[in-house]
């Protein structure tokens, strides 16, 4: 199954984030995966993300290994340029007809193992309990945007969760000027 599209949407009634992710796969219909991630969940996954981003830099580019915040960084922005320019961030959700492999319900995220290899897609995988696992790849650029969209939802939701990356409370203020 390959990752079609992902959404996070803050639920203020729940005060939870629901994620969508939606699987396709030629000859199959829609697959689609709803799970609430929570805050708890959330302020402990930022330090593996994190960890995760920097690691990856050192698998890819291990002779930059020593600059990895840096690269880290540039990777995030370039990745963000990169989804605007495509207009990924405004494609809405497709709800035609899909399967629902959980019943449609989401189940509450309690865990999340994060899986890298050199120049490989990152392998997430989100734990809900015993009856919900599922696995999102994520190329480099998906993985910044994931980032990003969770980061809103959490400003939305004004959960107190610093940014996730250095500079990214940056990226949002708006041109500047200098004189």
């Given at each position: 199954m390959?990752?079609?599209q992902l959404?996070?949407?803050y639920?203020?009634?729940?005060?939870?984030?629901?994620f969508?992710?939606s699987f396709?796969d030629?000859q199959?219909p829609l697959?689609?995966v709803?799970?609430?991630?929570t805050?708890?969940?959330l302020?402990n996954?930022?330090?593996?993300?994190?960890?995760?981003?920097?690691?990856q830099?050192?698998?890819?580019?291990?002779?930059a290994?020593?600059a990895?915040?840096?690269?880290?960084?540039?990777e995030?922005?370039?990745?963000l340029?990169e989804?605007?320019?495509r207009?990924?961030?405004?494609?809405?959700?497709?709800?035609g007809e899909?399967?629902?492999p959980?019943?449609?319900?989401p189940?509450i995220?309690?865990?999340v193992n994060?899986?890298?290899a050199a120049?490989?897609?990152a392998?997430?995988?989100?734990?809900?309990g015993?009856?919900?696992?599922?696995?999102?790849r994520?190329?480099k650029t998906?993985?910044?945007?994931?980032?990003?969209?969770?980061q809103?939802?959490?400003?939305?939701?004004?959960?107190g969760?610093?940014?996730?990356?250095?500079?990214m409370?940056?990226?949002d203020?708006?041109?500047?000027?200098l004189n």
């Amino acid at each position: 199954m390959n990752l079609h599209q992902l959404q996070a949407t803050y639920n203020p009634e729940e005060d939870r984030i629901l994620f969508r992710v939606s699987f396709r796969d030629q000859q199959a219909p829609l697959q689609e995966v709803r799970a609430w991630l929570t805050r708890r969940l959330l302020v402990n996954l930022w330090p593996g993300v994190i960890k995760a981003l920097k690691t990856q830099v050192a698998l890819d580019q291990p002779l930059a290994a020593h600059a990895k915040d840096e690269i880290m960084n540039m990777e995030h922005l370039a990745s963000l340029t990169e989804i605007n320019a495509r207009g990924d961030f405004n494609v809405p959700f497709e709800t035609g007809e899909q399967a629902y492999p959980q019943d449609g319900r989401p189940g509450i995220v309690t865990s999340v193992n994060i899986h890298l290899a050199a120049n490989e897609a990152a392998r997430v995988v989100f734990i809900a309990g015993e009856k919900m696992e599922f696995e999102v790849r994520f190329m480099k650029t998906e993985f910044h945007g994931f980032c990003m969209m969770l980061q809103d939802c959490i400003k939305l939701a004004d959960w107190g969760i610093g940014p996730l990356l250095a500079g990214m409370e940056e990226i949002d203020a708006g041109p500047r000027v200098l004189n």
